[in-house]
C-alpha cells in the first residue's frame, strides 16, 4: 500500500503571497488531518476533514483553510503568508478517526521570505 | 501553552547509556501515542498506550501509561545511534476529536 504522500516538497515564498499545499492519503483512509510544526511550538493541529466536510479546526487564523475532495485527496491552503508561517506542514491520515493510528506524510516544508 | 509537557527536551547520550523521555499533562487521556520523528521524515508510530497502568515494551524500548491516564513514560535501554530523532508524545481524549502532540524531546545518541 502506498504511504501518504505530500506535494511539493519544498516551497519558496514571499510575505502577501498565497501558497496550496496538497495531500495524497493512504488508500481506504477518510480522515486527513494537517498539522504545523515549529521547533518552538512542535506540531500544532490545523484542522481535520472526513469526508469531505471538516470535522476539527485548530486555533489558526482565517488565513489558514483547507478541502477535501471526493476521493479523500486534501489541499490547505495559507493566502497572505506571513513570515511566521515558515515551518514543516504536515500531512495524516487515518481511518476512521486520528484516534487511531495516524500515518504520515513527508511534510512540506514552507520558507516565507 | 503545552497540553502535554515532555522533558526533557534535548538529550545528548552516549551509545549504551540508559534514558527516559517523561509525557505529563493535567489532563486524562483515552490513550497516549508515541511517534519517533527523523529529518526530513513525518513522524511513525511507535506504540499506542490505553489503559492506566499499562506497560508496553518494543525490544529495547518500554513505555509506561500511567494509573490516572495523565503521563506517560519511555524508557530506552543501551541507547544506539539508530535511536536518534524527535521523539512526540500525543494524547487522544475517544471519539472523534483531535489529538494533541508534546513538544518532543530531541534525542542523540554518540557512537
Known amino acids: 500500500k502506498a504511504g501518504v504522500t505530500q506535494t511539493p516538497r519544498y516551497l519558496i515564498k514571499t510575505r502577501g503571497q498565497q501558497v496550496t499545499l496538497s495531500c495524497s492519503p493512504i488508500?481506504?483512509?477518510?480522515?486527513v488531518s494537517w498539522y504545523q510544526q515549529t521547533p518552538g511550538q512542535g506540531l500544532q493541529f490545523l484542522f481535520e476533514y472526513f469526508s469531505e466536510t471538516q470535522r476539527n479546526k485548530g486555533n489558526f487564523p482565517g488565513r489558514f483553510s483547507g478541502r477535501q475532495f471526493s476521493n479523500s485527496r486534501s489541499e490547505m491552503n495559507v493566502s497572505t503568508l506571513e513570515l511566521g508561517d515558515s515551518a514543516l506542514y504536515l500531512c495524516?491520515?487515518?481511518?476512521?478517526?486520528?484516534?487511531?493510528?495516524?500515518?504520515f506524510g513527508p511534510g512540506t516544508r514552507l520558507l516565507v521570505l | 501553552t503545552q497540553l502535554l509537557e515532555q522533558s526533557p527536551q534535548f538529550l545528548s547520550i552516549q551509545e549504551g547509556e540508559n534514558l527516559t523521555v517523561y509525557c505529563n499533562s493535567s489532563s486524562v487521556f483515552s490513550s497516549l501515542q508515541w511517534y519517533r520523528q527523523e529529518p526530513g521524515e513525518g513522524p511513525v508510530l511507535l506504540v499506542t498506550v490505553v489503559t492506566g497502568g499499562e506497560v508496553k515494551k518494543l525490544k529495547r524500548l518500554t513505555f509506561q501509561f500511567g494509573d490516572a491516564r495523565k503521563d506517560s513514560s519511555l524508557h530506552i535501554t543501551a541507547a544506539q545511534p539508530g535511536d536518534t530523532g524527535l521523539y512526540l508524545c500525543?494524547?487522544?481524549?475517544?471519539?472523534?476529536?483531535?489529538?494533541?502532540f508534546g513538544i518532543g524531546t530531541k534525542l542523540q545518541v554518540i557512537p
Open positions: 495524516a491520515s487515518s481511518n476512521p478517526s486520528p484516534q487511531e493510528t495516524q500515518y
Open positions: 488508500s481506504g483512509h477518510r480522515s
Open positions: 500525543a494524547g487522544a481524549r475517544g471519539g472523534y476529536q483531535k489529538v494533541t
